[in-house]
């Protein structure tokens, strides 16, 4: 059964006439794109570069990560792995299956990228893959860049004002900066792989692809090892003031607690306490317990526990 979303677009290279799925295989220098394909259309797509039913699953599975594989001498099955939006914490898989004659792009679920015919207008198979592949790279490097610009921003917050940063979210950008280098890791792997085949040795736009991909790898990690040594920073500085809190407390408890001993003395209330009865006693206590706290303040400062 067909899913309603379904999309199905086939084109000559030449001149980017529209044409049918059949004839796009069937025919020479042909593009088609897939997106929620149906098994008709798999089985349609490995009857034609001699699939088995490992890779037709492979090119149904939106979460599959990146791969290069030969199907055999001339066809070539490859996937790519990328964020759907770039504020999305979801990512999908992309494939290319190709031969001399006929590339196929298949989304396994929604089709997240236009290609408009200009940019494909008269290109060979091979060329058609390259730019494909640049196309889709760039995006993930983009998302890298986007990301990273809003963590810098995020970061910089953080630092300002540390008790009211939100490490939560910052965390978050770190996690997501993180599998877009896992992406952009395996996606370079795919690109070198298929940088090696005679078809491609010399493909200007692919090597600039692969650049694309170690630069958003690099960028990545950077990025998340700076955001980690933010957190760090962070929580070292409210550590910090949670100590400085602690230390005050513990520095007024020991001083207090001499006064709370003679307070407790005369709050016995012994029926024999002369000093009760002398018109200074009150204000004797007092000064007393003023002059114990001054002179425990004073051994703490000359112990330098204060």
Known sequence: MQHPDAKTDGHYLSDMRSISMEEALASEQTFLRLAYPSEASLEALAKRFGLDELHVRDINNPIHPPIFSKIHAACTHIILRFPITPTSDEVVSASLIFDDKTCVLVWPRERLHIFHPEDILGLSVHETVAEIIHTLVNYLLTCVYAKREHMNDTEDDALEDINNADLSQLLFMRRQMSRYARLANGNAIVIERLLKEPA??????????????????????????????????????????????????????????????????????????????????????????VLLAVITGIIFKLKKWW
Do not use: C, Y
Request: hydrophobic fraction near 55%; charged fraction near 10%; glycine fraction near 6%.
């Open 200 to 289: 491609f040795q010399h493909n200007i736009v692919l090597l600039d692809g692969f650049e694309h991909m170690e630069r958003a790898k690099n960028i990545a990690d950077a990025s998340s090892e700076h955001a980690l040594n933010v957190l760090q920073a962070a929580q070292s500085l409210l550590s910090q003031n949670l100590n400085q809190v602690m230390m005050f407390l513990a520095i007024i408890t020991v001083i207090l607690t001499p006064m709370g001993v003679i307070a407790g003395i005369f709050g016995m209330n012994f029926a024999h306490m002369e000093v009760l009865n002398e018109p200074l006693g009150f204000a004797l206590t007092i000064w007393g317990m």
